[in-house]
């Protein structure tokens, strides 16, 4: 079988080439987007990319050395507040300096050598659906959607507050996106009250997705229910303590500075073997000095003092080292995405947690743009060429974020995976043998001729080619018949599509009966505070 | 002098952080875009970036060798078609065994590797303006605008044919852009005859921009009035003879095989010691096999060819090793920018040009967009890295092009300049020192303080950071304030100022009158064959 198309075939530069009729050949089998047997992390039957590239080394040796002696510097001098009683303590207990009175402590470097030997370089985050489960770290690529902002878009509805409605279709959303590998999309959920609303956000999170789990590490409470949420999806906490189910997001207080409730989530989530993102918020300008190599200095020490406790706390605890490091927009005083700096912030980010051996968490895939305009998608690709490039791990925000965080946005959800859904097909590379150098097919089809009715072209194109879900290149004429629609547009159709395709997975009722119980006491015992 | 700003700095994941006010300090000196010092080739006062990346080399080395390998059995084996009785006699002189009923050349290895250690490794191209001379090879990157297209767009007037008014504005525009470091934007001038338009065209590209000039290359009566015209503006042919002033593109007629008129247009430019970049257009699966190992090889064949033609015409004719490799989109035929297919093709074609020490031109920045949507911006990013990955020196339809090279867009023009603009920074890396590591600065401000009062901020800032034109930042309120506007709609109110901002710089008048008589009498002697 046979169908035909039309390709403008044109002149580049100043050459005149006449426009070419082109026959594609066709099959009846479905177009694979993923090449069968690349793109997956190890061999194993798990989600997630696996990173063909080697990764680049932004700072030369010496460069490395130094950001690392600077680091231990700043450890020792310098110390790192931790306004965390608990914290303090177990600091104190493993022997090191801790002025109380500043809650201030002192790292020995050979300590904090010692400690973030003890991470693991690589671990396996588990799903409810195993299917799901994602390894960290080696050359495993793993991306998550956006999580956290307070508002949510989409196309006809424009920016609004989000809802727990809102929230669950994101879930829905996400869950038919193959490339989102883990995690749910999460926004703050406005017509819910603040104080319980974690236990609704993760109960319907584990209700409609059988990926894993990102939870709330802000506050012991939050860290907590939501240890416990995975618990009793798993059985109990100690079916989950060598297994990690939920990850958490530690967020310094820039510049070297935890609060009482990160300190706390962070004690939390090690203590029941579940994985720590230390993730300081690094604004090169404002929250560290203006010069990239203190900014990664800085960042560094936060991040190992953190790992430090962590491996303090339980030695072997699964812990990523993070980055959101961006530069200072001057003229609005906004974070800058999406930049130059941001780009060398990840590769050296990446590279410090390749000297310490562990896995490394990238800030996201992201935009300072309100809208998916060119903005967005430029933005977008200038993060995450860097990312892969720098060998990072694990990506949050990985889709539809907008506006520096401010919006999850429905339409930039399916772009975003759009873009991650060409990594497989680049992570293949360019194989080279008899077969694909194809020099019979060449002298076959002879100067002049053209390669579209060849067996070997039929044979190759699924693998050789990643067939986009959104990319338009329709011919004018026919672009502008189905309604001169921009990406934005097709995007807007696609994510209600994907949206309506979702079917509910289905929760083992005892679980769920556990889960509602759970969360029902819960909400009593909270709201009693509070009253 | 201080002025206040407001940032919203917001919560990463499930950490909450309060928005703080931000203090940012401010100058009366203007903002640099390029940072001093960096981002121009070599230390020379040229136009153009120094690319600090070591190149990636997408084909491991056994890979890299089976391609050559591959590409010299074509070569001898199958040959290669030249539809030109004087390329033919070239090579024939030159002892290769020629087939004159196929017109078709067979290419000894030894000689093809003679004759492309010929080729120069790195070649200054001039421009009237010394200042916009620029370096072709090394470490250099150089950016021209697009060149071709028979369509122009704005955001007001949608698409048309391209009129004399069009290309002249387009060539005004670009000449503001202090990124487009070489040539002038070209289109199909549909309002002028196409037998003489040529000469309209160049006539006023030299006399509305002081950059290097891309000639036609198509025909020997094309390239001779385009060759003639730089003479002209040089003083004489002698003048330009090892000091190359315009450059022709050659397209192969894929699969091996050059037409009569590029292989003239080749010859002329080779012959007056001006450059050619020899470019295949390969569509694999279309114009060569689908798997890319065999594009590359094919494309290798056709680009040594042309450039063993040129050298045999003049040892040691510069020319640039070019490549248009892309895949092929199946379902409408058309050619494929901005897939992870045309990233491996210019990381694989820029590492070959590499081994045979010839200056690289990629592609473009190149989209199947036919708008300045998102696609249009991730498509290019997705260009515009393994260009500078891989080490390319040569840049054509850098900014401006749309919809597979069929629209040249004022809109596009600016936002692709807007992306090229982030490459200095990127490039001046991450310098670590004493200075930049600001430990003293670190302890200065202390934990939990910020960075935006210190002189140590005031002192680098304008160094570190990259600062966009049009890339938003504002606060959501702000944003919504002005209008809304997306990247598009500040793209159309930027080129139109720009534009506006051109100043004509001038044409030697003695150079002006010889030029106009020039054209006048060469059209005059071309209507006269017509008739």
Redesign the interface.
């Given at each position: 079988m046979r169908r035909r198309?039309?390709?403008?075939?044109?002149?580049?530069?100043?050459?005149?080439?006449l426009p070419h009729r082109?026959t594609?050949p066709?099959s009846e089998e479905p177009?694979v987007l993923h090449p069968p047997g690349c793109g997956r992390a190890g061999e194993a039957p798990m989600r997630g990319f696996k990173n063909t590239?080697k990764p680049?080394n932004?700072?030369p040796p010496e460069?490395e050395e130094?950001?690392h002696r600077?680091t231990l510097?700043?450890l020792r001098?310098?110390g790192?507040?931790f306004e965390d009683a608990r914290a303090l303590d177990l600091f104190r207990r493993a022997g090191l300096r801790v002025d109380d009175t500043e809650q201030?402590v002192f790292f020995a470097p050979e300590f904090v050598e010692q400690q973030i030997r003890r991470a693991p370089p690589r671990f396996t985050l588990h799903a409810r659906n195993p299917d799901n489960d994602v390894v960290i770290g080696g050359d495993g690529l793993v991306f998550a959607p956006v999580?956290?902002p307070p508002f949510v878009a989409d196309r006809e509805g424009g920016?609004r507050d989000g809802t727990l409605k809102d929230q669950n279709d994101l879930v829905r959303l996400s869950e038919v996106l193959d490339v989102m590998h883990h995690g749910c999309p999460?926004v703050a959920v406005k017509d819910l009250p603040v104080e319980t609303r974690?236990l609704d956000i993760l109960y319907h999170q584990i209700r409609l997705s059988t990926k894993g789990m990102?939870?709330?590490?802000?506050s012991t409470l939050?860290a907590r229910d939501h240890i416990d949420m995975m618990a009793i999806v798993f059985g109990n906490r100690e079916a989950i303590l060598d297994r990690p189910a939920i990850v958490?997001?530690?967020?310094s207080?820039s510049?070297?500075?935890y609060d009482s409730?990160?300190a706390e989530?962070l004690i939390e989530y090690a203590d029941a073997g579940q994985v720590n993102?230390i993730?300081p918020?690094i604004?090169?300008?404002?929250?560290?000095?203006?010069?990239?190599?203190?900014a990664?200095?800085?960042q560094n020490a936060e991040c190992l003092a953190a790992v430090v406790l962590a491996e303090t706390v339980r030695p072997g605890a699964p812990v990523m080292y993070g980055s959101?490091l961006t530069?200072?927009?001057?003229?609005?005083?906004?974070?800058?995405f999406?930049?130059?700096?941001a780009?060398?912030g990840i590769l050296?980010s990446a590279q410090m947690a390749r000297r310490y051996n562990l896995p490394c968490r990238a800030g996201g895939v992201l935009t300072?743009?309100?809208?998916?305009?060119?903005?967005?998608?430029?933005?977008?690709?200038?993060q995450l060429?860097p990312i892969v490039?720098g060998g990072c791990h694990y990506v949050?925000h990985g889709a539809g974020w907008l506006?520096?965080?401010?919006t999850a946005s429905f339409e930039q959800m399916v772009?975003d995976a759009?873009?991650l859904e060409?990594?497989p097909?680049?992570f293949a590379?360019?194989?080279?043998?008899d077969?694909?150098?194809?020099?019979d097919?060449?002298?076959h089809?002879?100067?002049?001729?053209?390669?579209?009715g060849?067996e070997?072209?039929r044979r190759?194109?699924r693998s050789?080619?990643?067939?986009?879900n959104?990319?338009?290149?329709?011919?004018?004429e026919s672009?502008v018949k189905k309604g001169?629609k921009?990406?934005?547009a097709r995007?807007s159709e696609r994510w209600k599509k994907l949206l309506a395709s979702y079917q509910e997975p289905g929760l083992d009722m005892a679980v769920d009966d556990h889960l509602k119980d759970f969360v029902a006491r819960r909400k009593r015992e909270i709201e009693a505070t509070i009253d």
């Open positions: 198309f039309v390709a403008a075939l044109f002149c580049d530069g100043a050459s005149a080439t082109i594609v066709s177009v590239l680049l932004i700072l460069a130094q950001v600077a510097k700043i001098e310098h790192v507040i201030r999580s956290g920016r999460e974690h990102i939870g709330d590490a802000w939050r958490g997001i530690i967020n207080n510049p070297l500075r409730n990160m989530g993102i993730t918020f604004m090169a300008g404002a929250t560290s000095p203006v010069t990239l190599a203190a990664v200095a800085q959101f530069g200072l927009e001057m003229r609005t005083g906004a974070p800058a999406g930049r130059p700096e780009a060398l050296s300072n743009s309100k809208v998916p305009d060119a903005q967005a998608g430029w933005e977008k690709m200038m060429w490039l949050l506006d520096g965080g401010l772009l759009e873009m060409m990594l097909r680049f590379g360019v194989p080279v043998s077969e694909t150098l194809a020099l097919v060449i002298a089809v002879g100067a002049g001729g053209h390669f579209l060849e070997h072209t190759h194109f050789e080619f990643y067939f986009p959104l990319a338009d290149t329709e011919a004018y672009w001169e921009d990406a934005g995007a």
